[in-house]
């Protein structure tokens, strides 16, 4: 076990990686309860959701990416290629409307919206991204250039 705590909690992501461009909210975890009041609501609404998770495998024919977004239609979801080989995937999963009558005893599911970039690999065919969404999760499928094998030439020896 480490001396040194770990102020970054459990991230996978590494600050020194070129493929992981994370949104990270450095004070998330922290308990801020006495604060929330002076925090605008579209801050917490935006930074609630930010950490969609997101598995991305590389195959021997692509780099595939899945996210799970339950309870979000794929019209509220946006998967785009920008220049420069760098995925984006965004949405916003709406607030639930609040009826006069209703007693809440307890939200934990949070809304607003979530943003993922990542940086894809110079094999990476950025023309030819696919995606779909079934039962709540998004797959992002990114086809990979074939690597030439370099012709090996056979010279005769002579002599």
């Known amino acids: 076990m480490s001396l040194i705590p770990s102020f970054f909690g ?3 992501s590494n600050v020194f990686d070129p493929f992981s461009l994370d949104i990270w909210d450095p004070f998330e975890g922290f308990p801020f309860s006495s ?3 002076n925090v605008p609501s579209s ?4 930074s609630a959701f930010a950490n969609a998770r997101i598995d991305w495998k590389e195959t021997p024919e692509a780099h595939v990416f899945k996210a799970d ?7 509220e ?3 785009e ?3 420069g080989g760098v995925l984006q995937i965004s949405g916003e999963r709406s607030k639930e409307q609040e009826e006069r009558n209703d007693k809440w005893h307890r939200v934990e599911r949070s809304g607003g919206k979530f943003l993922r970039r990542f940086r894809l690999p110079e094999n990476a065919k950025t023309d030819q991204v696919k995606a779909s969404m079934e039962n709540g999760v998004l797959t ?3 086809p990979k250039e074939e690597v030439k094998k370099p012709e090996v030439k ?5 002599g």
């Open 69 to 75: 977004l339950p309870g979000l239609k794929k019209e």
């Open 77 to 79: 979801v946006r998967v």
């Open 140 to 142: 992002v499928t990114v």
């Open 81 to 83: 290629v920008e220049e």
């Open 35 to 37: 604060m929330v009041a």
């Open 10 to 12: 459990n991230r996978r």
């Open 154 to 158: 056979s010279i005769e020896i002579s």
């Open 43 to 46: 801050a917490r609404e935006t």
